[in-house]
């Protein structure tokens, strides 16, 4: 069984997705379950956004665009799909920027919604076609938003969940950390009962 590990974070070092992220994928391959990780950093790597040039690649367009460089950003796209594919649990590490996810995360989510790979258009819709998945999702927030108020602001978790579900893929779990804004003695314990969250989170 194979992991791929997702990182969308500018912060690096400092960062609370990334570490969590981390902790998830080593107990993941502690478990003795999984063989292979594949690692991307979306932000040290960064995937360019989707044009219709790029969109060619794997959606229709009226005037598609066969520029060398275009063909270059097409094959990063099967790439990025095929990683996608051949991996059983999906970790990716999701800061909130701004109520949503990092940009960098979604030009990588862009390039896996491919009609006829991962979704299929039918006379009843559009259906999932890479629900044997499962995704992990290390989310961390400046402020407090699940089950509170502030809940309908976020388009983080929520829109990830979407996304996912559109593919198929109903088995999305969260390793959470909010209010990391709000000094130092709180996010080091919002970080500790995240951490402490990962062994149920991932049924080990």
Do not use: C
């Amino acid at each position: 069984m194979n992991i791929l590990h997702i990182d969308s974070s500018f912060n690096h070092a400092h960062s609370v997705s990334r570490l969590l992220s981390r902790e998830i994928v080593d107990r993941l391959m502690q478990s003795g379950r999984y063989d292979e990780v594949v690692y991307r950093d979306v932000v040290d790597d960064e995937i360019s956004h989707l044009t219709a040039p790029i969109a060619a690649g794997f959606r229709p367009v009226a005037e598609p665009d066969l520029a060398a460089d275009v063909a270059v950003e097409h094959r990063l796209s099967e790439v990025l799909v095929a990683e996608f594919l051949a991996s059983d649990v999906i970790v990716i590490g999701a800061p909130m920027y701004n109520f949503s996810i990092p940009s960098q995360l979604k030009a990588w989510l862009d390039r896996l919604a491919q009609p006829g790979k991962t979704f299929s258009y039918t006379a009843q819709g559009p259906v999932g076609l890479a629900g044997d998945k499962r995704v992990i999702i290390a989310s961390s927030r400046g402020g407090f938003y699940h089950d509170t108020p502030l809940a309908e602001m976020d388009f983080q978790e929520r829109y990830l969940n979407a996304f996912f579900g559109f593919l198929g893929i109903t088995n999305v779990a969260f390793v959470r950390a909010e209010g990391i804004s709000k000094g130092d003695a709180v996010k080091e314990r919002e970080i500790q009962r995240a951490i402490a969250s990962v062994a149920d989170v991932i049924n080990l």
